[in-house]
């Protein structure tokens, strides 16, 4: 505690220098910090926000707009009027700008566009990004999908230590020759993209500069330790540890930002204005992106002048309130949702299950494979009072995960409800009783600084001990932001709690990341989720709740598509597959004097670009 006060007192002496008024830098305070700066590995908005000032895409959206775009490293959006998309929507026309400069002064190219594209693709890291371009170019949902289909064998039959056995090397270079390079060409001052299929999002897709669609220096890259573009080589960069990216700590791109420092250790990142940005010097010299977990010292700072704009806790939003100097910009569209989810088969190296057994001091780890385990959890979430007294009002119920306003979004769905006696009715049924019986010992997690997921957790803790006092006991841990996203994605929480914001505005995004067994936190919920949502289903007319999801996705029948995300959802509020508790109301505290700001759901963080201070 001793620490933790003189770390509070040692931050507020250094930010308190700062000026209280100085319109060349920017201060924007935190509760998370960046997991990675890998481009292709990168899938927060922590990590995100940065990404976004200091990378560009082949095209962004049009400010607020979500169907909107323009142009960034590419001259033109294509259309079919202009004649940059043909086939029938299969082919797309990117015209690459010219003079334009990577930050350490190299000429921006076509090929390296292509070589971007292809280098996230080939490296395809384990619950990151790239799933999105993998289903939009080539109608799968990985590079290890597409391997096995080409190569007709598992890819754990394949490789052995990261390299292919001898017999399958030819193939797998024929694999990158015939199908990966053939889809992504440069074609004169154009890169053309090949999709296998028409696919309606994918400049949605192209257009979100967090990672996936920004471009790398070839050159600098495989200089760097990347993918060094040969065709007999790119297994060795498929799937690397993430500390071990040559790109981890580091970003080169031709935004209107450079990253001049990444202090992880005081969790801060500094970045300036690139001079030579084709679009312009941006107004706001520096960025300081602080991270800083108490309430108070961020409401102080902000308060004082020395941050800009800070996260906020909603129940202390009238703290600020009244105050002439500081911006509350409130009702704030978002698309995005807050879920508890579910492992349902826990690692064997997780430290959140105690002992992992039967015995009254852990979890077995397949405990949340039983349905009336998750249906208890459904009825210990107080919805309402989470809405009314966490958020004050700034959330609205969802029976999904699927957000209001999408394609698909059904008010009539059933929405779970609070009530501890039924609780105990379903912990009852689940694994004959043992958990009131014998006894019941985990942990939940949340992320420092995250009022929100605390208050979650503590109810879960509260409402779950209330069932069965002295056998059930819940803790409740703190762990900072890319410490709670490795346990996350190494099936280490058992009861994780998501906050899923759109990548591109589609119900894909929502239903295939939550609920089909090649999504992003398909690897968080574990192999017993995988085979449930892939064994095919009477309720389901015989198809897996995959199949449905995949028919869904690839429908160009708007009608058609409603109808099988109505019936998915039904599928997975029956199944308690995950209980989503709220999709937020945006709200956002900043200095009165900060000025060109705007809202669009898609974009991690602030737009620095546009930003400028006005007194």
Same mark, same amino acid.
């Given at each position: 505690?001793?620490?933790?006060?003189?770390?509070?007192?040692?931050?507020?002496?250094a930010?308190?220098?700062?000026?209280?008024?100085?319109?060349?830098?920017?201060?924007?305070?935190?509760?998370?910090?960046?997991?990675?700066?890998?481009?292709?590995?990168?899938?927060?908005?922590?990590?995100?926000?940065?990404?976004?000032?200091?990378?560009?895409?082949?095209?962004?959206?049009?400010?607020?707009?979500?169907?909107?775009?323009?142009?960034?490293?590419?001259?033109?959006?294509?259309?079919?009027?202009?004649?940059?998309?043909?086939? $029938?929507?299969?082919?797309y026309?990117?015209?690459?700008?010219?003079?334009?400069?990577?930050?350490?002064?190299?000429?921006?190219?076509p090929?390296?566009?292509?070589?971007?594209?292809e280098?996230?693709?080939?490296?395809?890291p384990?619950?990151?990004p790239?799933?999105?371009?993998?289903?939009?170019?080539?109608?799968?949902?990985?590079?290890?999908?597409?391997?096995?289909?080409?190569?007709?064998?598992?890819?754990?039959?394949?490789?052995?230590?990261?390299?292919?056995?001898?017999?399958f090397?030819?193939?797998?270079?024929?694999?990158?020759?015939?199908?990966?390079?053939?889809?992504?060409?440069?074609?004169?001052?154009?890169?053309?993209?090949?999709?296998?299929?028409?696919?309606?999002?994918?400049?949605?897709?192209?257009?979100?500069?967090?990672?996936?669609?920004?471009?790398?220096?070839?050159?600098?890259?495989?200089?760097? $330790?990347?993918?060094? $573009?040969?065709?007999?080589?790119?297994?060795?960069?498929?799937?690397?540890?993430?500390?071990?990216?040559?790109?981890?700590?580091?970003?080169?791109?031709?935004?209107?930002?450079r990253?001049?420092?990444?202090?992880?250790?005081n969790?801060?990142?500094?970045?300036?204005?690139?001079?030579?940005?084709?679009?312009?010097?941006?107004?706001?010299?520096?960025?300081?992106?602080?991270?800083?977990?108490?309430w108070?010292?961020?409401?102080?700072?902000?308060?004082?002048?020395?941050?800009?704009?800070?996260?906020?806790?909603?129940?202390?939003?009238?703290?600020?309130?009244?105050?002439?100097?500081?911006?509350?910009?409130?009702?704030?569209?978002?698309?995005?949702?807050?879920?508890?989810?579910?492992?349902?088969?826990?690692?064997?190296?997780?430290?959140?299950?105690?002992?992992?057994?039967?015995?009254?001091?852990g979890?077995?780890?397949?405990?949340?494979?039983?349905?009336?385990a998750?249906?208890?959890?459904?009825?210990?979430?107080?919805?309402?009072?989470?809405?009314?007294?966490?958020?004050?009002?700034?959330?609205?119920?969802?029976?999904?995960?699927?957000?209001?306003?999408?394609?698909?979004?059904?008010?009539?769905?059933?929405?779970?409800?609070?009530?501890?006696?039924?609780?105990?009715?379903?912990?009852?049924?689940?694994?004959?009783?043992?958990?009131?019986?014998?006894?019941?010992?985990?942990?939940?997690?949340?992320?420092?600084?995250?009022?929100?997921?605390?208050?979650?957790?503590?109810?879960?803790?509260?409402?779950?001990?209330?069932i069965?006092?002295?056998?059930?006991?819940?803790?409740?841990?703190?762990?900072?932001?890319?410490?709670?996203?490795?346990?996350?994605?190494?099936?280490e929480?058992?009861?994780?709690?998501?906050?899923?914001?759109?990548?591109?505005?589609?119900?894909?995004?929502?239903?295939?990341?939550?609920?089909?067994?090649?999504?992003?936190?398909?690897?968080t919920?574990?192999?017993?989720?995988?085979?449930?949502?892939?064994?095919?289903r009477?309720?389901?007319?015989?198809?897996?709740?995959?199949?449905?999801?995949?028919?869904?996705?690839?429908?160009?029948?708007?009608?058609e598509?409603?109808?099988?995300?109505?019936?998915?959802?039904?599928?997975?509020?029956?199944?308690?597959?995950?209980?989503?508790?709220?999709?937020?109301?945006?709200?956002?505290?900043?200095?009165?004097?900060?000025?060109?700001?705007?809202?669009?759901?898609?974009?991690?963080?602030?737009?620095?670009?546009?930003?400028?201070?006005?007194?």
């Amino acid at each position: 505690m001793v620490k933790k006060v003189l770390f509070t007192i040692l931050l507020l002496t250094a930010v308190l220098t700062f000026s209280a008024f100085d319109p060349t830098t920017y201060v924007s305070v935190g509760v998370g910090e960046p997991d990675t700066l890998d481009i292709h590995q990168a899938y927060d908005t922590v990590s995100g926000e940065i990404i976004y000032n200091v990378y560009e895409s082949l095209i962004a959206y049009k400010k607020n707009s979500l169907t909107e775009f323009e142009p960034r490293l590419s001259t033109e959006v294509p259309t079919v009027k202009n004649g940059l998309i043909k086939d $029938g929507g299969k082919t797309y026309v990117f015209p690459i700008r010219k003079g334009v400069k990577f930050h350490n002064g190299n000429p921006l190219t076509p090929e390296d566009v292509e070589y971007s594209f292809e280098r996230g693709l080939l490296y395809d890291p384990s619950g990151g990004p790239m799933w999105m371009l993998w289903n939009a170019i080539f109608g799968v949902n990985s590079l290890n999908e597409l391997i096995q289909n080409y190569v007709g064998k598992p890819v754990s039959e394949i490789f052995k230590d990261g390299e292919p056995l001898p017999q399958f090397k030819d193939k797998l270079v024929e694999l990158y020759t015939k199908v990966i390079d053939p889809a992504i060409e440069v074609q004169g001052d154009n890169v053309v993209f090949k999709l296998a299929r028409p696919y309606g999002p994918f400049l949605t897709v192209m257009a979100h500069t967090v990672g996936w669609s920004a471009v790398l220096d070839k050159e600098t890259s495989i200089k760097m $330790g990347l993918w060094d $573009g040969k065709a007999d080589t790119w297994w060795k960069y498929r799937n690397i540890a993430k500390e071990k990216s040559p790109l981890y700590a580091t970003a080169i791109g031709t935004g209107p930002y450079r990253l001049v420092e990444w202090d992880r250790t005081n969790r801060k990142t500094v970045l300036e204005a690139n001079k030579d940005y084709w679009r312009g010097e941006p107004k706001i010299k520096k960025v300081i992106i602080m991270t800083v977990s108490e309430w108070g010292t961020r409401k102080l700072m902000l308060e004082k002048g020395d941050a800009d704009d800070i996260a906020i806790v909603l129940e202390y939003l009238d703290q600020i309130r009244g105050n002439k100097d500081v911006q509350i910009i409130e009702n704030i569209p978002r698309l995005s949702v807050v879920v508890v989810g579910f492992s349902w088969s826990v690692s064997s190296n997780s430290k959140y299950i105690g002992s992992g057994k039967w015995d009254g001091n852990g979890m077995p780890p397949d405990f949340f494979s039983d349905i009336n385990a998750r249906k208890a959890v459904s009825y210990i979430i107080n919805y309402d009072a989470v809405i009314r007294d966490v958020l004050k009002g700034y959330g609205i119920r969802i029976p999904s995960a699927l957000p209001n306003t999408l394609l698909g979004f059904d008010p009539t769905l059933p929405l779970y409800k609070f009530n501890i006696a039924e609780a105990r009715k379903a912990l009852e049924k689940a694994w004959d009783g043992k958990a009131i019986k014998v006894g019941l010992k985990f942990t939940v997690a949340y992320n420092t600084g995250n009022m929100m997921r605390q208050r979650i957790a503590e109810m879960i803790k509260t409402y779950m001990e209330m069932i069965a006092p002295g056998k059930i006991k819940v803790d409740v841990v703190a762990l900072n932001w890319p410490s709670y996203l490795d346990a996350m994605r190494k099936a280490e929480l058992p009861m994780p709690i998501f906050n899923w914001i759109a990548d591109f505005p589609d119900p894909d995004n929502f239903i295939f990341t939550f609920y089909h067994s090649a999504g992003t936190y398909a690897p968080t919920q574990g192999d017993n989720f995988k085979k449930f949502v892939s064994t095919p289903r009477k309720e389901l007319g015989g198809k897996s709740l995959d199949e449905l999801i995949e028919v869904a996705r690839n429908s160009s029948d708007s009608e058609e598509r409603k109808k099988l995300y109505t019936q998915i959802q039904k599928f997975a509020i029956d199944n308690y597959i995950s209980i989503p508790i709220y999709q937020p109301v945006g709200v956002r505290a900043q200095r009165a004097w900060v000025k060109g700001w705007y809202e669009n759901p898609m974009r991690p963080g602030n737009d620095y670009f546009e930003l400028y201070k006005q007194q």
